[in-house]
């Protein structure tokens, strides 16, 4: 046996040949959270939205309120009669206005006079009796028991399609009182203070119960220049009935003739308080 074959040179042979281990892959970097953009932090935040009661609540009072506002915005928009009117239109509105300011201060001032003239008069009982007979005139004109004349108009309506209402000859008589009329008769009927109007049946219209039939004319005391306008208002009186195909004629005259009556009566209750 040789010196090479020793029993340790054995066990190397028998052993098999050393292989290097393969190299371990690189580990993969730890990442954090993804940043995001700043716009995509905002979508985020408004999506899906977190809406809590109380927003819920006063998003729909806003919103009812809004609709409300908006609603009332076009419904004055649309009544508006004056919206389409010409220029000549409006400033014959506004001048009526003033004659309206004009003819209560007038009335202001005529009231004023007669106040100092008790006071001033040296005969203050016989100054109460003259202005007493003036004003019993006066009441009696409104009050329809005594016939008056003076400038005014007329204004004849022609129905034959029988579309004319009440309400529309209510209309005419309040415009007429607004311009400053100061006694308006209809076909034969005095108009004051109490008449009523309603439809008759049949056709036509019942003012204070009589009938009254087309044509429809009526006879008003008043200031003609402020009458007439009154009626022809873009929206009023005149384009009213003329949308119902009816014919209607305004006529100035310096003499009107108010000759209906009504009878003066007695309240059943009412009494004079100095009584």
Known sequence: ?????????????????????????????????????????????????????????????????????????????????????????????????DDRTQRLEEEKRRLEEQRTGLENSSDQAEEARKQTAEREKQLGILAGTVAAQGPGITLAIEDKKGAIEADMLLDAIQELRAAGAEAIQINNVRVVAS??????????????????????????????????????????????????????????SEKIVVSALRPAKRPDYARSSSQ
């Not at 066990?11 to 580990?27: K, N, S, Y």
């Not at 729909?60 to 239109?89: C, K, T």
């Open 1 to 97: 046996m040789s010196a090479d074959e020793t029993p340790q040179h054995r066990r190397r042979e028998e052993l098999p040949a050393e292989v290097p281990a393969a190299p371990e892959p690189p580990a993969a970097p730890v990442q954090g959270p993804k940043s995001l953009t700043g716009r995509q932090r905002l979508a985020k935040g408004l999506w899906p939205p977190r809406v809590t009661r109380p927003q819920l609540i006063v998003a729909l009072l806003l919103f009812v309120l809004g609709l409300g506002l908006a609603i009332q915005v076009r419904s004055n928009n649309d009544s508006s009669a004056l919206r389409g009117a010409r220029q000549e239109d409006l400033v014959r509105i506004l001048d009526e206005l």
């Open 195 to 252: 008449t009523h109007l309603s439809d008759a049946d049949g056709g036509g219209v019942r003012v204070d119960g009589r009938k009254v039939g087309e044509p429809y004319l009526f006879k008003v005391i008043g200031k003609p220049q402020d009458l007439e306008p009154a009626l022809n208002i873009p929206g009023g009186v005149v384009q009213t009935l003329e949308k119902e195909q009816a014919t209607v004629v305004v006529t100035r």
